[in-house]
C-alpha cells in the first residue's frame, strides 16, 4: 500500500519511471521465477493493450497519425504509455510482496495490522471459494456438452451462455447462504483466528522504514516534476 498508493497517483513519467524500477528491484531481490513473472505480465498487459486502441485518439493535442476522421495525438500516446508503466510498475511490486506470503496467512496477517474485518473476510473467501465456482463451471460446461452443445456465433450460443452464468449466479448465492448458516452455527462471531503468531522484529521495521522512505521519494519526485512542468 505503501508503494501502490503513490506509484497510482503519479502523473509524471520520471515518478513512474521510478514506480517501475522499484518493482523491478523488488521482483529481482524475491527471487521471482522470471518466466512465471513474464507469463502474468503478459496477461495483464493484454488488457492494458486495449487502452492503445482508444486512448491515442481521445485527447486533443499535436496530430502524429490519422486515420481517416480518427487523429492519434500526443497527450493521447503519452497518457497511454503513462498507464503502462504504471499498471506493469504496481504489479511487479504486488507480486514480490504480497504474491509470495499464503493467502491464509495473508489474511490473520491483515487483520493483526487493523485492516477492516469486512476486507479480510472478502479476500479469504474470495480465494476459497473461487476455486469452488470454476468447478461448479466445469461441471455444468461438461454437462453442455454432454446434450450435443458446440458454441456457434447464434443466438442459441448466447442465450446458452447467458444461462450458464445466470446459473453460476444462483449456485454461488445458494452455496454463500449455506456456508454462512454453517459458520454460524460452529459460533462465528466475525473474526478469524489464526495458529500462526506475527511479532514485528527489527528486521520488519527496517522493511517498513525502507518502504516509506521510497514512498516518499516518489511522493517528492512527483510534486518536483510537476512543478516543473507547472
Not at 19 to 39: D, E, P
Not at 202 to 223: K, N, T, V
Request: proline share 5%.
Amino acid at each position: 500500500m505503501l508503494l501502490s498508493i503513490p506509484a497510482a497517483l503519479a502523473q509524471t513519467m520520471e515518478t513512474a519511471c521510478a514506480a517501475l524500477g522499484i518493482g523491478t528491484l523488488l521482483t529481482l531481490l524475491a527471487g521471482l521465477s522470471l518466466s512465471r513473472v513474464g507469463k502474468r505480465l503478459l496477461a495483464i498487459n493484454a488488457f492494458v493493450l486495449f487502452l492503445w486502441l482508444f486512448l491515442p485518439f481521445s485527447l486533443p493535442g499535436h496530430t502524429v497519425w490519422s486515420f481517416g476522421p480518427l487523429h492519434a495525438t500526443v497527450p493521447g500516446f503519452r497518457l497511454a504509455l503513462l498507464l503502462t508503466i504504471k499498471t506493469n510498475a504496481i504489479s511487479l511490486m504486488l507480486m514480490p510482496l504480497l504474491g509470495t506470503i499464503p493467502v491464509q496467512t495473508l489474511g490473520p496477517a491483515m487483520q493483526k495490522m487493523g485492516v477492516p474485518p469486512k476486507l479480510c473476510h472478502l479476500l479469504l473467501f474470495t480465494y476459497r471459494y473461487i476455486f469452488v465456482i470454476h468447478h461448479e463451471y466445469r461441471t455444468m460446461r461438461r454437462a453442455m456438452r454432454a446434450r450435443g452443445f458446440h458454441p456457434r456465433t447464434d443466438m442459441h450460443t448466447y442465450r446458452s451462455f447467458a444461462w450458464l452464468a445466470g446459473m453460476l449466479l444462483v449456485k454461488s448465492w445458494d452455496r454463500a447462504e449455506r456456508v454462512n448458516n454453517a459458520m454460524r452455527c460452529r459460533g462465528f462471531k466475525g473474526k478469524f483466528h489464526s495458529l500462526a503468531e506475527f511479532a514485528f522484529c527489527r528486521m520488519d521495521h527496517a522493511f517498513g522504514m525502507l518502504f516509506a522512505l521510497f514512498s516518499g521519494a516518489m511522493i517528492i519526485m512527483e510534486i518536483f516534476y510537476r512543478g516543473l512542468a507547472g
